[in-house]
């Protein structure tokens, strides 16, 4: 689960001719800050064959396991040319304080595609490396007690590469109620990566902000933070922890 963040994260070290040791935070909306409980997140042990335990507030997952990876890499006689698809999954069990539970079934998949020089000896090459298009779809499905009548769906979509512009959507749905996850960084543009900034994302329904997630500190600080409104009903603020955990499951550094 790199290839996204490991983007970001390089693209911070590129731009910035020095690193700053503060702290940093995601810019969220007001009314969440005023409203919200800032919750630190713990990440726990993550042993071979299982996923990071997290904890922030009430909030902690149980169990949890790691799917199978597979990579399949394809190119052209002289290997100028390649694509790579990479499907992995992961699943985990996420309760509150009342030992109600989320259970998270989660697929990831992303797929590459790369130009390759020819090397022709004595410091001759043709062409040269290039990315020509990266995209990543997530998709992690949530539901609360094993009640499969009531599913939520997380979505976290990506594409950017040599000829377009970059692309990216993400929300979390139940077919009725959409709740759009908007990308946050501790910088004003959140797509300038200047100083490795701090990021996350914030949910939003209908104008109100819910929740945010901070999955990178910034800079070589790799605390992360959860932001939940206290005015949410229980079963809502669960549907969001699981979401966020996902999140930080397949963002974090």
Known sequence: MQAFRVVLLLAGLVAAPAVSAAQKTIRISDSL??????????????????????????????????GWTHTRTTGNFF????????HETFTFVLTNA?????????????????????????GWALGSD???????????????????????????GSTSGRDSEGKHVAFLTNGERRILLSLASSNKNVYDFRGMPALGYEFIESGRSLCAVQYFGGSFDFTQTVWMDSNLDARTKLILAAAMTAVLQVRSP
């Open 130 to 156: 290039q990315l020509v298009q990266e995209s990543e779809n997530f998709t992690a499905l949530i539901t609360i007690n094993r009640d499969t009548t009531q599913t939520w769906a997380l979505f976290l």
């Open 98 to 122: 009342a030992t109600d539970s989320a259970v998270v079934n989660a697929a990831r998949n992303v797929n590459v595609q790369e130009l390759h020089k020819l090397d022709l000896g004595h």
């Open 33 to 66: 800050v005023r409203n919200a409980e800032r919750l630190k997140v713990e990440r726990g042990a993550q042993w071979m064959g299982q996923i990071g335990k997290w904890r922030f507030g009430d909030y902690a997952v149980v169990s949890g396991k790691p």
């Open 79 to 86: 290997r100028t040319e390649s694509e790579s698809r990479t």
